[in-house]
């Protein structure tokens, strides 16, 4: 793990970029907007909840623009993106936020097995994301590559019992990062994961009393929204610059948030394989993955016979 510290003076290559950022009316993501404007970026946000994203979008001024924007729909999303590049001509940063968690556990024992239960978790948090990299990543391309920061969760890399749907729903976005970024990477596209741990929003309103009775660390908004904006920034100083401790490119990481700090944890998840997976099969892994990922290899069997004579 590497403790990852926030460098200010990064926040001038944010000057006058574009960001497109879903789920920004209420908790970490109106706080990303407000910082993103405070580094001089223009602001698109989308969110199902309407009066606090008026209210976000008045009190900010000119440099912000919201649009409704249900992650779950694609034609909605596609809409909000649109809307963006027509405003200010051009995306260079896109953010993944929006996220629901149902508290009423469908794996209660004494739930009705009669009823399908609500799949909102997978159908915003994980195909919203999956449908807000790939629209995003089309208009990033279009500029030449930028920055795509996907929010998962603590729930994305451990047990999280009472939010299943949840936790498999922030899985599926370490996932989603793992999937695209060593192809995004080269197009200039890099692709980041925040995973919070407890931050006093309204999704933890449940836990926060109990939490704050054992002392454990917590962050506030602005915590998390300062490590999206730290991915946004780590890769965009012309002198080589970055932020304390990170590996440049800074891409492909997963930041956890505790206590109001971020820690690189993807690194040490990699460089540890030969630990946890085994020396022998660890090496077998890696030429698997070379064959994976060398010029030529198709998953799709269809354009390998169209190939073949
Ligand atoms: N608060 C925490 O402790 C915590 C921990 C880990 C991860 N997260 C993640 O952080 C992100 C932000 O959550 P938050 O804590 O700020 O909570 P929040 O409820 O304040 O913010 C979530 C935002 O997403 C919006 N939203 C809900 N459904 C939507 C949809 N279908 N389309 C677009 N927007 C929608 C909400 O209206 C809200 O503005 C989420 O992805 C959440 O899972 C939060």
Redesign the pocket.
Known sequence: MVHVKFNSELLSTLDGKVVVL??????????AVTQFVEAGCKVVF????EP??RDLESALGDAVRFQH?????YR?QLDFFALAEDTYGKIDIVV??????NHKDIFDPSSDISLEPSM?EV???LK?AIFTARIGMHYLRKIGGGDLVL??????FKECGGLAP?TAS?HG?LGLMRGLHIVAIEENIRINV???????????KGIEAGWRELGLPE?E?ED?ARSIVLCASANRSEEGKTHTGARIPFAGKILW?AGGEPYEIEDAIQDLEPQWLGEENSKVLAKGQAFLASQGTNWDADKLEQKTP
């Open positions: 879903t789920g920004g009316a209420t908790g970490i993501g109106r706080s989308g969110d199902v909840n606090a994203a924007c249900d992650t779950s729909s909605s993944a936020n929006a996220g629901v968690a909102m159908d915003i948090n919203g929010v998962s969760s603590i729930a994305g949840y922030k976005v925040i995973c919070p741990w407890m931050t006093k929003t309204k999704l933890v962050n908004p998390v948030i």
